[in-house]
């Protein structure tokens, strides 16, 4: 049995705010280094290029470091003192999995490469450009912060439309093979958007 904490309504509407607030800053220090990585290469000096990945590494540490564990933290005490819950409901389910996934791959991965960008380039400057670690690195940073902050915009948009990721009316499970019934969730998500814009447009 899930144990739920009712807090009042001011004491909700701050949880939604700090949720809210935390999210922003999580997304926006990840959009934030996508431009300081595409300004990367086109540093004029070694300074500069200096400048641009300890700027980096500073929003990784001060911006979006504090956005997780604010969106965690909130999120969870959202999940304790409402309705929602951590298990009543698909959705929920699903955005806490991914966000684990997403923040385990930030720390262990994402985090020590943008560290990495920083460090190699205060050792060599603009020398770093003709070291293959380097461009390695640099492009791990690029292609997995974008796919970072796509996954981040689709948590957004999980939160906002909150499907239930049931199957449709009188549709059963029936002629799933069993071994696709846990992909459901995935599956059913672009019908339940469709359907919500169905409902808006009617």
């Known amino acids: ?23 922003m800053m999580w997304i926006g220090g990840a959009q934030a280094i996508l431009i300081l990585l595409y300004k990367d290469r086109q540093a004029a000096n070694g300074d500069e290029l200096f400048a641009v990945n300890d700027a980096i590494r500073s929003l ?11 969106s965690i933290v909130s999120g969870g005490l959202i ?11 698909r959705w929920v389910v699903v955005k806490w999995v991914v966000t684990a996934v997403a923040t385990a791959f930030g720390v262990f991965f994402l985090g ?3 560290e990495a960008l ?20 640099y492009r791990l940073g690029v292609a997995f912060g974008i796919a970072q902050t796509v996954v981040l915009l689709l948590l957004v948009l999980l939160s906002i439309v909150k499907p239930d990721f049931g199957p449709a009316p009188g ?3 029936r002629g799933i093979p069993p071994a696709l019934r ?9 019908a339940q958007l469709c359907s919500l814009f169905r409902q808006e447009h009617d």
Request: net charge positive.
């Open 171 to 173: 549709e059963g499970r």
């Open 79 to 89: 999940c304790l003192t409402t309705n929602w819950g951590f298990f009543r409901h």
């Open 182 to 190: 846990p992909l459901l969730p995935v599956i059913d998500f672009p």
């Open 118 to 137: 920083s460090a190699l380039t205060g050792l060599n400057r603009l020398a770093v450009f003709d070291n293959g670690a380097y461009v390695q690195t």
């Open 60 to 70: 990784d540490n001060w911006l979006i470091g504090p956005g997780v564990i604010g």
């Open 1 to 23: 049995m899930q144990i739920t904490l009712q807090a009042g309504q001011q004491t909700r509407l701050l949880l939604k705010y700090l949720h809210t607030f935390s999210a």
């Open 112 to 114: 020590p490469w943008l």
